[in-house]
Antibody, heavy 118, light 108 residues
Framework: EVQLVESGGGLVQPGRSLRLSCAAS????????MHWVRQAPGKGLEWVSG????????DYADSVKGRFTISRDNAKNSLYLQMNSLRPDDTALYYC???????????WGQGTLVTVSS | DIQMTQSPSSLSASVGDRVTITCRAS??????LNWYQHKPGKAPKLLIF???SLQSGVPSRFSGSGSGTDFTLTISSLQPEDFATYYC??????????FGQGTRLEIK
């Protein structure tokens, strides 16, 4: 059974940092690109960042570029998101996901909530 | 960056209605277009991948079409469980991804 389990969310003050983790199991983690997707309260889905299977290609949404860093450890089947200089508009449910790459394999975690507030 | 424009942003319809949602890409994405259904409190669910391939387990009343820049998601006969928010998503240059802004499908 495929599982993606996010952790690390919580309440944080503006300007502070937080690190999200995602533990993957049940599929060949090191064979696929992985992503972080978020949904702010009352808003739509927003792709945040993606990383290729071999870490050669990384990209970010403009809204987080320069503040967030995605990484992965294939030996640990884990994905990470280091979030610095957090702002109130970063408040969202953050999903770890293996998104379809043109095929049917598409997996999502249940999300971890990040709240940025003083 | 590739921008995705979905329309309408919201839609009211009745059980049994035929519904069409459109998605336009800012440049050609060939058939790298996917459709998701999202319900509150749940993870998004993939309905259609590669513009027109039905995900396993998804009812056949859902269908997708299009290529290049213009795409559609059609629900042939709305069921009560179909009321949700729908998103298109382009995956032309992975791992760079873009979602449309979403279409909220509500009961009339």
């Amino acid at each position: 059974e495929v599982q993606l389990v996010e952790s690390g969310g919580g309440l944080v003050q503006p300007g502070r940092s937080l690190r999200l983790s995602c533990a993957a199991s049940g599929f060949t983690f090191d064979g696929y690109a992985m992503h972080w997707v978020r949904q702010a309260p009352g808003k739509g889905l927003e792709w945040v960042s993606g990383i290729s299977w071999d870490i050669t290609i990384i990209d970010y949404a403009d809204s987080v570029k320069g503040r967030f860093t995605i990484s992965r450890d294939n030996a640990k089947n884990s994905l990470y998101l280091q979030m610095n200089s957090l702002r109130p508009d970063d408040t969202a449910l953050y999903y770890c996901a293996k998104l379809t790459d043109g095929g049917p394999e598409d997996y999502w975690g249940q999300g971890t909530l990040v709240t940025v507030s003083s | 960056d590739i921008q995705m424009t979905q329309s309408p942003s919201s839609l009211s319809a009745s059980v049994g209605d035929r519904v069409t949602i459109t998605c336009r890409a800012s440049q050609s994405i060939r058939s790298y277009l996917n459709w998701y259904q999202h319900k509150p409190g749940k993870a998004p669910k993939l309905l259609i991948f590669a513009a027109s391939s039905l995900q396993s387990g998804v009812p056949s009343r859902f269908s997708g079409s299009g290529s290049g820049t213009d795409f559609t998601l059609t629900i042939s006969s709305l069921q009560p469980e179909d009321f949700a928010t729908y998103y298109c998503q382009q995956s032309y240059r992975p791992p760079s991804i873009t979602f449309g802004q979403g279409t909220r499908l509500e009961i009339k």
